[in-house]
């Protein structure tokens, strides 16, 4: 039986990520400092402590696996990356976390490890424009991303590749774009723009109010969980070493995406724009390269996975009320 580990098993997609390994017939260590919020892991076992500790660390990785995923990081929505007060915390904990497992990955003979990066480290001079944003991979450097979260994962990249020239590691790099579903933050903070809106939206009375963060028109594409998971898998077992893109590729506002989230809900309701955290005016994932390499790219609709996300999210804000 093959074996796995995975850092972050506690977080939205790293739960996501245990489930289908453990379908796939892995044997799954599932390492964090919290258990999931919102579902008993499928883990084997589920090892609680803090990566940031090499010590930890050391004990997590006592051995070989065949596949490590290292999804540990300190991450969230606009309103934990923007706003400045977290970013000695994200730079510090992610890069804590990325030197012990590398170290740990050094001392057994782990080859095949996964990096979660993020469309983040694109240059914000790249996406001024929000109906034609340019995330090519190869349009990376010159480097000037948006934020701390951008360049934490800009310099795991070539921390890992680095890794990779001395001959450490072959590790597998995506750069993720917006991944949403449930099971993941809907309320708090850390929550990103589907799930605070499909919570606003479950909220709501019909023919209320809602807010929107700056004026709506700001775009994106958003990527449902499960097929976040296959295209790490297909990246992770195949022989593509450079940084690719898992993304959607249909473009839209903030505004067309609660417009979508109120049609699910059935309800018809106004909005307020006013001043919040809204990143770069515009990115999509551009997926030339993984349909070239791997011959995939993702295919569900938005509001396929919306639907889904939605009814778990309204399932939430039924139970917070009572």
Not at 10 to 31: E, P, S, T, W, Y
Not at 131 to 159: H, I, M
Not at 274 to 302: C, E, F, K, Q, Y
Request: with cysteine; proline share 4%; hydrophobic share 40%.
């Amino acid at each position: 039986m093959k074996t796995a580990l995975v850092c972050g098993a506690g977080g939205f997609i790293g739960g996501h990520l245990v489930a289908r390994l453990k379908q796939d017939g892995f044997r799954v260590r599932g390492v964090d400092r919290k258990p999931h919020e919102f579902i008993a892991s499928a883990a084997d076992e589920f090892v609680l402590g803090d990566l940031r500790d090499a010590g930890f660390c050391n004990e997590a990785i006592d051995r070989r696996f065949d596949e490590v995923y290292q999804l540990a990081a300190e991450m969230g929505g606009a309103e934990f990356i923007y706003s400045g007060a977290h970013d000695a915390d994200i730079m510090r904990s992610s890069m804590q976390i990325d030197l012990n497992v590398l170290e740990g990955c050094r001392r057994h003979g782990i080859k095949r490890v996964f990096f979660p990066s993020s469309a983040c480290v694109y240059p914000t001079r790249n996406q001024l424009d929000a109906q034609n944003p340019n995330c090519a991979e190869d349009s990376v450097y010159p480097a000037a991303p948006d934020s701390e979260y951008g360049w934490t994962k800009l310099f795991g990249e070539r921390l890992y590749l680095s890794y990779a020239r001395d001959g450490t590691i072959e590790p597998r790099i995506a750069r993720y774009h917006n991944i949403f579903g449930p099971q993941g933050a809907w309320r708090g903070g850390r929550e990103k723009a589907p799930a605070a809106l499909c919570r606003k939206i479950a909220e709501a009375s019909n023919g209320g109010t809602i807010e929107i963060w700056g004026d709506g028109q700001q775009s994106r594409s958003f990527l449902f969980v499960s097929e976040a998971v296959e295209g790490t898998l297909r990246l992770m077992r195949s022989d593509v070493s450079s940084p690719v893109n898992i993304g959607s590729e249909e473009l839209v506002t903030i505004d067309q995406l609660a417009d979508l989230i109120a049609s699910i809900a059935g309800k018809s309701l106004s909005r307020t724009y006013v001043a919040g955290p809204v990143g770069v005016r515009g990115r999509n994932s551009d997926n030339r390269l993984i349909r070239r390499t791997l011959g995939w790219s993702p295919s569900m609709h938005l509001r396929d996975g919306l639907e889904r996300t939605y009814a778990w999210i309204a399932s939430m804000v039924r139970q917070a009320r009572q």
